[in-house]
């Protein structure tokens, strides 16, 4: 069990930035295990645990989904990154750079030596809205631990512009679905704060035109 100080997890959350260059090194299984607990530990809706959680290895698996991650950027991220500003909490250049690191990975996704697709066995029943409150908070908790452990990853479901497909070539079941691919690997380059705006430009008290005090400091 990793032991680590309330202040090591707010540094942990503070530093978990989308890592999207990733070295092909192997990752060791008892790494990936933590990982993979850390998730299993988080809320999901009434207990029930119907995430599945599907460790991808097979590089021929990944090419085939990576065929079609590719087509996604092409017609739909790489045309949206173009032609809107940067974000609250960002420069232009730090945009380019977000775009060129979003460039890397599509081109390089299946060499990232673990996949963790996160999933919700839905059975008979339909994915709704709040489906996803099932399975994205250990989404969360699984990037925290990558981090935690000095592993690069980041949440991506870009793929389910092409659900059908990319969910036929992970070889989903009837009645499960992906929600994220969790890409992890040692990274290149260094982790750091992330790139966020002021909390005043977000955070109102009880109506949304009303800026909560605190947050003005």
């Given at each position: 069990?990793?032991?680590?100080?309330?202040?090591?997890?707010?540094?942990?959350?503070?530093?978990?930035?989308?890592?999207?260059?990733?070295?092909?090194?192997?990752?060791?299984?008892?790494?990936?295990?933590?990982?993979?607990?850390?998730?299993?530990?988080?809320?999901?809706?009434?207990?029930?645990?119907?995430?599945?959680?599907?460790?991808?290895?097979?590089?021929?698996?990944?090419?085939?989904?990576?065929?079609?991650y590719k087509k996604a950027y092409d017609e739909?991220?790489s045309p949206r990154y173009s032609s809107i500003?940067?974000?609250?909490?960002?420069?232009?250049?730090?945009?380019?750079?977000?775009?060129?690191?979003?460039?890397?990975?599509?081109?390089?996704?299946?060499?990232?030596?673990?996949?963790?697709?996160?999933?919700?066995?839905?059975?008979?029943?339909?994915?709704?809205?709040?489906?996803?409150?099932?399975?994205?908070?250990?989404?969360?908790?699984?990037?925290?631990?990558?981090?935690?452990?000095?592993?690069?990853?980041?949440?991506?479901?870009?793929h389910l512009y092409f659900e059908e497909e990319?969910?036929?070539?992970?070889?989903?079941?009837?009645?499960?679905?992906?929600?994220?691919?969790?890409?992890?690997?040692?990274?290149?380059?260094?982790?750091?704060?992330?790139?966020?705006?002021?909390?005043?430009?977000?955070?109102?008290?009880?109506?949304?035109?009303?800026?909560?005090?605190?947050?003005?400091?």
């Open positions: 069990m990793i032991d680590i100080s309330s202040k090591d997890v707010f540094d942990v959350m503070f530093t978990t930035r989308a890592m999207r260059r990733l070295k092909p090194d192997p990752v060791p299984d008892d790494l990936v295990l933590k990982i993979l607990k850390a998730g299993m530990s988080a809320a999901n809706g009434g207990n029930m645990q119907t995430w599945r959680f599907l460790v991808v290895k097979d590089i021929e698996i990944k090419k085939k989904v990576q065929v079609i739909w991220i500003s940067p974000p609250p909490g960002s420069t232009k250049e730090g945009y380019h750079r977000q775009h060129t690191a979003v460039e890397y990975l599509t081109d390089h996704f299946h060499e990232a030596p673990i996949w963790i697709v996160a999933c919700i066995d839905h059975g008979e029943s339909k994915p709704t809205r709040h489906s996803g409150a099932s399975i994205y908070p250990a989404v969360q908790n699984m990037l925290l631990a990558a981090r935690a452990l000095g592993l690069g990853a980041t949440l991506t479901n870009r990319s969910e036929k070539a992970l070889g989903l079941p009837k009645g499960v679905h992906s929600y994220a691919i969790i890409p992890i690997g040692y990274p290149i380059g260094n982790f750091g704060p992330v790139g966020r705006g002021n909390i005043g430009e977000f955070v109102f008290l009880d109506k949304l035109d009303n800026p909560w005090g605190p947050a003005q400091s």
